[in-house]
């Protein structure tokens, strides 16, 4: 049974947060799974969506369909105004100095890949080293290792304690001449460490290292400033912050994206094409070739807005308030072992039972209308580094609630029974 | 809940807790390994088999309840067996598993390996009761690459 208190205003100090309210906004989180309730704890995986961005999807192919960039047309006009709108006002969320720094991709992943084909080709060679940690998704690994393995350069990680934080000294350690590039989370998707981001990019750019940051896990939880952070590159996806799949965004500075040849080629990255040469496009436009995702660029920039109104601060203290009562909670279920206590965390209770093991957990949960996820969060590293072949991640949005939290606890206490 | 009780069968909580033939077999002349990348379940598969029989069987890993439990009675049920009978096993556990959930349930004759017939009715969870079998099938017929359920 339950034996922690009861979730406290104090909690999250100072809130009105109308949590009720706010999850009408969404209407996929009212349903039964299973005959239950949904308990929706995947949000590290993706974030439900609002209404609003569903309503930007729908009015868009309702009315504006029609390519970007090429139409002398009328819906073509608009839909090119939609598209390049929604630039500017994820550049403005992003606060990023201009909207040439803003290039739309499909995902994080993409974002990543971009630079490492274009930025790292360029300006990676033998026995030149790329900086990474021991918390990244494999989405920040296996580019590098790819490129490393191409130009014979050395993939350098740097090791976490015990609690998931990231040892600063060893980092400090591992910048040198040789090194070309910081490739970093901001937020662990596995663990929820929120990294000294700042002075991660403070350290890097005493070396003149440029810094790429995965967002993915930060910009639906924080307000992300890139000029305030001082970093080269910044990626995330659209899905896990509450917009479209297949559609996110690298932010590159305007100075190193001048000097970085196109990623892929074919139709809007280009001025002028002849058999003999090719003149590329200016920024951004260089490295989105072919039709865009126009309508996910429209409902990413809804999105953005649409936690921009509610509030990052007061997101955040709710965030944190969830966290701290979801933490006490699963204290008190007897061999339940929490991997990742960052001193710094975001809204991710990663864990393990003594005797059952992660994926049996997973589906024990998912027939009590809780959705976690089970498994190795594509961070096998992470997982290598704590000793466990799998946790079960309970990953939270400012939409779930402290009872959802009390079923989990309840579910995880089931699990142990039928276990017993 | 009851759905929870049938795939999670005192029998195969049984076999979980305490594998059966859970260690190296000295002297096998089979070996295969098998791995979910799923949910990280794995295993090292090893057969004595001498005159088209396996005379031993027994295994090592980890993973989920369902698949060292899976495992476990596979192991069991497959030692002593003619290969091709060992082989006949495997299709028709892979067909009670992978049958339509409302289909009729063609656990008939496989004696104890029944209690996995609840499995079907978790798509998820189909991959770690095979896993074992997959990898059995692979050890007879000599593959040395490891096997996935992917």
């Given amino acids: ?420 | 809940m009851s759905e929870l009780r049938e795939l999670y069968q005192q029998v195969i909580l049984d076999h979980n807790r305490k594998p059966r033939n859970f260690r190296t077999l000295e002297g096998a002349n089979r070996r295969a390994e098998g791995y979910n990348p799923l949910c990280g379940d794995q295993i090292t598969l090893y057969l004595n088999v001498e005159d088209g029989v396996v005379k031993d069987a027994a295994f090592q890993g980890k993973g989920c309840a369902i698949s060292m439990a899976s495992a476990s009675m596979m192991t069991g049920s497959v030692s002593g067996k003619p290969e091709a009978e060992a082989v006949a096993l495997f299709r028709r556990v892979h067909a009670m598993l992978t049958a339509e959930p409302t289909g009729e349930v063609a656990g008939d004759g496989l004696g104890k390996l029944a209690v996995f017939a609840g499995v079907r009715e978790f798509p998820s969870r189909i991959k770690c009761a095979t896993l074992a079998w997959h990898t059995l099938q692979a050890a007879l017929s000599r593959a040395a690459e490891p096997v996935s359920t992917e």
């Avoid at chain 1, 290292?209 to 639906?220: E, H, K, M, S």
């Avoid at chain 1, 660029?297 to 953005?304: E, Q």
């Avoid at chain 1, 089970?374 to 609630?401: D, K």
Wanted: proline letters at 5%; charged letters at 20%; one cysteine or more.
């Fill in chain 1, 1 to 420: 049974m339950i034996t922690a208190r009861a979730f406290k205003a104090s909690d999250a100090p100072g809130m009105r947060w109308d949590v009720e309210r706010v999850r009408k906004d969404f209407p996929a989180l009212d349903q039964q799974v299973h005959g239950k309730p949904l308990v929706y704890l995947d949000n590290a995986a993706t974030s439900q969506k609002p209404q609003a961005v569903i309503d930007a999807l729908v009015g868009y192919y309702s009315r504006d369909n029609a390519n970007v960039h090429r139409g002398v047309h009328l819906m073509s006009e608009r839909a090119t105004e939609a598209y390049e709108g929604a630039r500017v006002r994820i550049q403005r969320h992003l606060n990023a100095a201009s909207a040439r720094e803003i290039i739309f991709v499909r995902q994080a992943t993409e974002g990543i890949n971009l630079v490492m084909a274009t930025f790292g080709r360029s300006f990676v060679g033998p026995s030149d080293e790329i900086v990474i940690t021991a918390i990244e998704h494999h989405a920040n690994i296996v580019p590098w290792q790819m490129l490393c393995e191409e130009k014979r350069a050395a993939l350098r990680v740097v090791p976490v304690d015990d609690r998931g934080d990231l040892i600063m000294e060893e980092y400090a350690r591992l910048l040198g001449p040789r090194t070309r590039l910081v490739a970093i989370t901001q937020v662990s998707n596995a663990l929820g460490t929120v990294t000294p981001i700042k002075e991660i990019i403070r350290l890097a750019h005493r070396h003149q290292i440029p810094v790429l940051v995965d967002g993915a896990q930060a910009v639906p939880h924080h307000q992300v400033d890139v000029q305030d952070l001082g970093c080269d590159f910044y990626v995330f996806s659209g899905h896990k912050t509450f917009g479209p799949t297949g559609i996110g965004i690298l932010y590159g500075k305007e100075t190193w994206l001048e000097r970085m040849p196109p990623y892929q080629g074919g139709g809007d990255m280009i001025k002028a094409v002849t058999f003999e040469k090719t003149i590329y496009n200016e920024l951004p436009y260089k490295f989105e070739a072919g039709t865009p995702h126009i309508a996910g660029a429209i409902g990413l920039a809804t999105a953005l807005e649409y936690i921009a109104g509610l509030g990052l601060d007061r997101i955040g203290a709710w965030e944190h308030g969830l966290l701290a009562y979801g933490t006490e909670l699963l204290a008190t279920v007897p061999g339940l072992r929490l991997i990742g206590t960052a001193r710094r965390k975001s809204a991710v209770l990663s864990f393990v039972l003594d005797d059952i093991h992660a994926h049996d957990l997973g589906t024990i949960l998912d027939h009590q209308g809780v959705a976690v996820r089970a498994g190795h969060h594509c961070a096998m590293p992470v997982m290598q580094r704590f000793g466990v072949p799998a946790t079960v991640r309970a990953s939270l949005a400012f939409y779930n609630t402290p009872a959802e939290l009390e079923t989990l606890a309840s579910a995880v206490q089931k699990a142990l029974e039928i276990f017993r």
